[in-house]
T-cell receptor, first 110, second 115 residues
Framework: KNEVEQSPQNLTAQEGEFITINCSYSVGISALHWLQQHPGGGIVSLFMLSSGKKKHGRLIATINIQEKHSSLHITASHPRDSAVYICAVRHLYNNNDMRFGAGTRLTVKP | GAGVSQSPRYKVAKRGQDVALRCDPISGHVSLFWYQQALGQGPEFLTYFQNEAQLDKSGLPSDRFFAERPEGSVSTLKIQRTQQEDSAVYLC?????????????FGEGSRLTVL
């Protein structure tokens, strides 16, 4: 079983819809990252969380350490949000060890 | 530079050839990571440098894989005697902090195809 599980694997939405992507992990962590990967491979770091909630523009990320779960929300989705969203966690006792989820492929249709 | 730069962006190699992939991190970044991303999968850790020291190479899949960062800036990932299963995107990331809890900045990746 992968230490980082994301759901859904694929998500198609209409422009303007509210989107939620979920991440569950099974190990102790020091931080969780949400990353965005566009076609062509470039990865952009969206958030780094160790507790609570962060907001940046239309993006909101939350984490529940007790439940080992994080969510990424996109409000008022737009076609330019189409990308693969990857959850990644840093192991609590080895910060070099970062485990990635398989990603959620989001397509937002106009 | 402004961001993490990787080269080549695309590499096609015949099975058995040696390849070298270069990563130029953000200037001054202490930490440098290499990841391997197979098609449709999330990245997987290969190795980590703090300055010129390779502190963790536990993710390197075989002794055909070798990474170096001799002057603590540019890093090279070398794959000897490439095999088809080595086909993947190789991602480099850097971070400004010595303790690797800082934000990571990724390069565009080097896509390797082994025929």
């Amino acid at each position: 079983k992968n230490e980082v599980e994301q759901s859904p694997q694929n998500l198609t939405a209409q422009e303007g819809e509210f989107i939620t992507i979920n991440c569950s992990y099974s190990v102790g962590i020091s931080a969780l990252h949400w990353l965005q990967q566009h076609p062509g491979g470039g990865i952009v770091s969206l958030f780094m969380l160790s507790s609570g909630k962060k907001k940046h523009g239309r993006l909101i990320a939350t984490i529940n350490i007790q439940e080992k779960h994080s969510s990424l929300h996109i409000t008022a989705s737009h076609p330019r949000d189409s990308a693969v969203y990857i959850c990644a966690v840093r192991h609590l006792y080895n910060n070099n060890d970062m485990r990635f989820g398989a990603g959620t492929r989001l397509t937002v249709k106009p | 530079g402004a961001g993490v730069s990787q080269s080549p962006r695309y590499k096609v190699a015949k099975r058995g050839q040696d390849v070298a992939l270069r990563c130029d991190p953000i200037s001054g970044h202490v930490s440098l990571f290499w990841y391997q991303q197979a098609l449709g999968q999330g990245p997987e850790f290969l190795t980590y440098f703090q300055n010129e020291a390779q502190l963790d190479k536990s993710g390197l899949p075989s002794d055909r894989f070798f990474a170096e960062r001799p002057e603590g800036s540019v890093s090279t990932l070398k794959i000897q005697r490439t095999q088809q299963e080595d086909s993947a995107v190789y991602l480099c990331a850097s971070s400004s902090r010595r303790i690797t809890t800082g934000e990571l900045f990724f390069g565009e990746g080097s896509r390797l195809t082994v025929l």
